[in-house]
């Protein structure tokens, strides 16, 4: 399938072409596509971070994110620029300027966010690989809601440079692919090369997976048997945890935006979608 032609204003696409960027002749990932989350820096685009009056004070990227000049090396083109939760505080994958776009896994349903426009190119057949981020579930929710692979790798192994923040102790690139392999050759390109031959070895929480319904509890165990993963120790309280992360990720996000944000009132709808996937239903 391929991407629209016009959508450039669309509630997927903010930016698109045939390709927007071309990739390397050949590599690893040769033919390959990315739609790219608004917040990576694209050679000649400026970033909105999902924010139209943001976009307004915005010059033309001078050069591309890592990630983004790591996987046109690769082979893979760039086919646009995706949408994304205003400054990516959000977990709904909903925008005010710009809309919500279709899950078609579940049409009734939000896409999830904070990299839904991301997710939704892949979903959709119109590439083959979404580049996003993750600080609090970003690709993970996205990916859940719209049935595909999404990979949050280790915090700072893949380089942030040329991302715009949200907040910096937890942002890590990430992606998304609608299956195994495209995700792990991703992988190959963007992850350290040592990560080959780190020993793999699958874990699991009973602790967090009490917190699901009752019927992902049980594909969640049934997942840990096929794959043999070893139990986490008991961790410490959840609600506690949440409500540290909440703290200081809250405290980057205004570290980062703040005084944009006071000097534009009314730009952004308040940021309050960061917490769950709960909060954002």
């Not at 005010?96 to 279709?102: F, L, M």
């Not at 595909?148 to 380089?159: A, E, I, K, Q």
């Not at 390109?189 to 019927?215: C, G, I, K, Y």
Request: hydrophobic content about 40%; overall charge negative; charged content about 15%.
């Amino acid at each position: 399938m391929t991407p629209p032609s016009k959508p450039v204003e669309g509630t997927i696409w903010r930016v698109v072409g045939a390709p927007l960027v071309a990739g390397a002749n050949a590599g690893p990932l040769s033919g390959g596509t990315v739609a790219v989350k608004d917040l990576f820096a694209v050679a000649g685009i400026a970033r909105s971070g999902g924010v139209k009056a943001y976009l307004a004070e915005q010059e033309p990227q001078d050069e591309s994110a890592d990630a983004v000049r790591r996987l046109l090396a690769a082979g893979v083109s760039v086919t646009g620029v995706t949408h994304t939760d205003q400054f990516a505080f959000g977990l709904a994958g909903q925008n005010a300027d710009w809309g919500t776009p279709v899950n078609l896994a579940a049409p009734t349903r939000i896409p999830g966010g904070s990299s839904s426009g991301s997710a939704c190119a892949v979903r959709n057949g119109w590439t083959s690989i979404g580049l996003g981020t993750d600080t609090a579930g970003s690709i993970r929710v996205p990916s859940s809601y719209q049935g595909l692979w999404g990979f949050r790798p280790t915090h700072g192994s893949v380089s942030t440079d040329g991302v715009l923040a949200l907040a910096p102790s937890f942002d890590t690139v990430s992606w998304l692919t609608r299956d195994a392999s495209t995700l792990a050759a991703v992988g190959d390109v963007l992850l350290p090369a040592d990560t080959a031959t780190a020993p793999l070895r699958a874990v699991w929480s009973s602790d967090v997976n009490a917190v699901a319904d009752p019927d992902v509890q049980e594909k969640v165990e049934h997942a840990a048997q096929l794959l043999d993963a070893d139990p986490l120790p008991p961790l410490p309280d959840l609600a506690e945890w949440t409500a540290a992360f909440r703290t200081v990720q809250a405290h980057e996000a205004w570290a980062e935006h703040g005084e944009w944000l006071t000097a534009h009132p009314g730009a952004s709808p308040p940021m309050s979608r960061a917490g769950s996937p709960r909060d954002a239903m």
